[in-house]
């Protein structure tokens, strides 16, 4: 059986129902298997306008048959509702709150509520989390994942190299949502990006689909028949470069692309066309994710590369 907030779901069935704060349901599929086993729980859109994760775990939710689950699944399609339904990107729009870095989140009413929900009344019935992102409205992605590297990370990077995500990188954050939950309360789980610019391909959303039946599986709770297939690496360090200074950008490297020490990964330019500074890659990598509109602001991310001393490629 499966409990949460005193609804109660019996084995071998499912529901749809509403879940969190008074002030703040979210949708849910709660879904209890015909026996005991692990539970999963699956969000999308804790970060607003990141949404090929939404249909992925809607899809899923309707299609999974209890009757075959050995354990349970938690599906929360779209968390930060208001932020989805206002439009507002990557925020939780009454505060402002950010629930991958704002856990606890004193002094954001909203979000704390939120946060302290899954805290309190979700986590501790969950053995794995998966979280899905997308990269944001200018941010075009690499499709990676990250992994706590602090605590409770073998049994997160297990599940995390039989999914389809070539780039497993670490992840010391312990203020997110799924970091929060391992790094604080020991519960291993993934953080997942796929697809960016505040699109929803199909690709993206079927790719998502697999990822969560490929956990499922490698988790014990449904089997799905098929196997990840894609070369693996794990990254256990990533530069993250910052702007300098307020300007325009111009980047001149892709996500995916090697590269080299020295090499210019863009510069910045103000509006008569003049070059305020070049940023250039300070040791050989791989460019996973970065800004890839026009806006530099002083301490956003320009480029994000995984550093080639830290990386180790998977068998
Ligand atoms: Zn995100």
Redesign the pocket.
């Known amino acids: 059986m499966l409990e949460i907030q005193r609804i109660r779901v019996k084995n071998g069935t499912k529901k749809m129902v509403y879940i969190g704060p008074d002030a703040y349901p979210m949708p849910a599929f709660l879904i209890a298997g015909k026996e005991e086993g692990k539970t999963i729980l699956v969000t999308a859109q804790?970060?607003s306008g990141?949404y090929p994760g939404t249909p992925a775990v809607i899809r899923i939710g309707k299609s999974v048959d209890p009757e075959e689950m050995k354990g349970n699944m938690i599906l929360m399609p779209c968390v930060n509702v208001t932020g989805f339904q206002s439009g507002y990107n990557?925020r939780i729009p009454e505060d402002d709150g950010n629930l991958?870095a704002d856990y606890p989140a004193a002094g954001k009413p909203v979000t704390d509520c939120i946060s302290s929900f899954f805290m309190k009344e979700v986590f501790p019935k969950t053995d794995f989390i998966l979280d899905l992102?997308?990269g944001g409205l200018s941010e075009p992605l690499t499709p990676c994942l990250f992994y706590p590297a602090l605590s409770v990370t073998e049994e997160s990077l297990a599940v995390g190299k039989k999914l389809d995500i070539p780039w497993l990188l670490a992840s010391e954050n312990k203020k997110g949502h799924f970091s929060y939950a391992a790094h604080v309360m020991n519960i291993p789980g993934l953080l997942l990006e796929r697809g960016f610019g505040s699109l929803c391909e199909e690709e993206w959303i079927h790719a998502y689909e697999k990822d969560i039946r490929l956990a499922m599986d490698a988790l014990g709770i449904l089997s799905c028949g098929f196997r990840g297939t894609c070369a693996k690496e794990v990254i256990r360090s990533v530069r993250y470069l910052p702007f300098e200074e307020d300007g325009l950008w111009y980047s001149k490297v892709k996500p995916g692309e090697e590269i080299v020490k020295g090499q210019i990964l863009g510069h910045t330019e103000d509006y008569f066309g003049n070059i305020l500074q070049e940023y250039t890659a300070e040791e050989d990598g791989i460019v996973l994710y970065g800004n890839g509109g026009l806006k530099a602001a002083k301490g956003h991310l320009a480029v994000a590369y995984g550093r080639n001393a830290y990386r180790e490629v998977l068998p």
Do not use: G, M, R, Y
């Open positions: 804790i970060h990141e990557t991958n992102h997308s």
